[in-house]
């Protein structure tokens, strides 16, 4: 075994995570993160510095306990590193492969040097955990004959039905798609994340003693009522996947689709399944409006389905290059990044305000999009205040256009008149203990948060889990994710 080096940020440059060459990688829809070597791993490992004060671990919103996994990796002691992973967070591969990784600018080193390649490290070891097999079912050695009933098999979903049924609650997960897994599963493409990585701990948790029933929209069947009077508690973790709309003239032309229309039809032609309508854009000239990461997800799958061009565009200004005096480490950097997408090929234009979706005329297909060129004023706090019109009419040739351009909020169709408040902005509304107006029922990830990250999605889980083991029992030896904002409830 080999010992650490205390002074390895002095002898060892940052290697970042490795992806593979962009011209490879549009060929196929393969995982575009390259592989990873042990060794090179362990220096990374070597250049934590071990601060008294881990800002990372802060920048982490699972509080992932990031300084002890570096010094057991840089030591090549990767069982018990992972298990201090698994310690924070039920599923490290989700966050390994998908998260932006808040901890890294939050890295003490990254303040005057480049920081831990934290998140290549997470990866790491969970891959060599499932690897080496040490990655098991853990079913609770005791039953506490109380049943909860999980709505939605997203992140949250998964983590809080893991940490409850560990707590010894029987856990029934009802989803309303025929497939497990939430966006993780249908919504983020395979080669960010490849799905297999998802089913194996949709198996993990079935071999714990937790029951999947798919196929199951609950507000309809079976009815939230129904759920209340089976279960002695219901946790809520459906998502927040109803689609922000774009009314403006031309909508309804062919050519014109949801963001996630497109991701998710392609999610079930890449596992084989015909279940919804595929959207072509090969050989076309496509449009994605919103500059977020569901847009580069439509870019980097025009670009695989073999688009002729590809352009992503923003309604707001250019971010700045650097820091702005405002946005100090260790906060986010709120500054310009090329997307991985865009690194595969593509454009991307800032500051049009889409007008109107243009046809041909006599035809009823999309062939251009209308936008105002405009420069935005901002108030105090940075949000948008008014819009200077810098170019009225600027026209963009289009075959097809895909709207990404955010999240409305859970969809909540399936509940009206059941009684469940409304939250901020769509969201369903919960007290301090993730408990909604309705005893009993308790909400976790995207739909109290909205539209958020994987990270956000687990650690809302495992909070909710312990909130209602709490409510269950009265106390609970589940631990509160670092985020928590929740005070006990005894
Ligand atoms: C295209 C795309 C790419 C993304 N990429 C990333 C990324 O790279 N990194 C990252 O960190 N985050 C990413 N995100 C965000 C991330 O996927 C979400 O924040 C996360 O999945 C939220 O988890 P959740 O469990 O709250 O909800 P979801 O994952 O949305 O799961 C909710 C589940 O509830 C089910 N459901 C809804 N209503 C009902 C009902 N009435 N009855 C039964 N089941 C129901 C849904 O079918 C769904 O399976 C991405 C999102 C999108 C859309
Ligand atoms: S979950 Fe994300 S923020 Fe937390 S340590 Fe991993 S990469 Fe960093």
Not at 409 to 415: H, I, S, T, Y
Request: aromatic share 6%.
């Amino acid at each position: 075994m080999s010992e650490r080096h205390p002074d390895g940020f002095l002898k060892r440059s940052r290697q970042p995570l490795a992806y593979r060459d962009p011209r490879q990688r549009i060929a196929d829809y393969d995982e575009i993160l390259a592989g990873w070597q042990a060794d090179a791993i362990q220096a990374q490992g070597e250049r934590c510095m071990d601060c008294g004060v881990p800002t990372c671990m802060a920048g982490c919103p699972l509080g992932n306990l990031i300084p002890d996994w570096n010094d057991l990796v840089s030591r090549q002691r990767w069982r018990e590193a992972l298990a201090r992973l698994h310690a924070t967070n039920n599923f490290p591969e989700f966050t390994g492969y998908t998260c932006p990784a808040p901890c890294e600018p939050a890295c003490v080193l990254g303040r005057d040097d480049e920081a831990v390649s934290i998140k290549a490290i997470e990866r790491a070891i969970v891959d060599m955990g499932w690897a080496q097999g040490w990655i098991r079912p853990e079913p609770p050695p005791h039953r506490s004959g109380q049943r909860v009933a999980v709505v939605g098999s997203g992140p949250a979903g998964l983590a809080c039905a893991q940490q409850l049924n560990r707590a010894g609650h029987a856990v029934t997960v009802f989803e309303r798609s025929e497939v497990v897994g939430g966006l993780m599963a249908l919504g983020i493409p395979d080669f960010k994340i490849a799905k297999h990585r998802v089913a194996r701990r949709v198996a993990q948790l079935a071999a714990e003693g937790v029951r999947f029933l798919t196929g199951r929209c609950v507000g309809r069947d079976p009815s939230l009522a129904q759920l209340r009077a089976r279960f002695d508690a219901v946790c809520l973790a459906i998502g927040a996947g109803a689609a922000r709309e774009l009314a403006l003239p031309g909508r309804s032309l062919a050519g014109v689709d949801l963001a996630m229309d497109f991701l998710v039809a392609e999610n079930h032609r890449q596992a084989g399944r015909a279940a919804a309508p595929h959207i072509d854009v090969h050989g076309q000239r496509v449009l994605v409006l919103g500059g977020g990461d569901t847009g580069a997800d439509c870019v980097a799958t025009a670009h695989r389905q073999g688009a002729c061009t590809v352009t992503q565009v923003s309604v707001r200004g250019a971010p700045p290059l650097q820091r702005a005096p405002d946005n100090p480490w260790p906060q986010w950097p709120r500054i310009r990044r090329r997307s991985y997408a865009l690194e595969e090929g593509g454009e991307e234009a800032f500051a049009l305000d889409a007008v109107a979706f243009l046809a041909a005329a006599g035809h009823g297909r999309v062939a251009a999009m209308q936008f105002e060129r405009v420069a935005w004023h901002y108030d105090g706090q940075g949000r948008r205040s008014g819009r200077q019109v810098l170019d009225p009419e600027v026209v963009l040739p289009a075959d097809q256009v895909l709207i990404a351009i955010g999240f409305a909020g859970p969809d909540l169709a399936p509940f009206a008149g059941t009684g469940l408040g409304p939250g901020p902005r769509g969201t369903l509304a919960t007290d301090a203990a993730m408990m909604s107006s309705l005893p009993g029922v308790f909400v976790a990830g995207d739909a109290r948060r909205g539209a958020s990250l994987v990270v956000w999605a687990i650690g809302e889980g495992r909070d909710a889990a312990r909130q209602i083991d709490l409510y269950l029992r009265g106390h609970s030896e589940l631990p509160a994710s670092l985020m928590s904002p929740n005070p006990p409830l005894a």
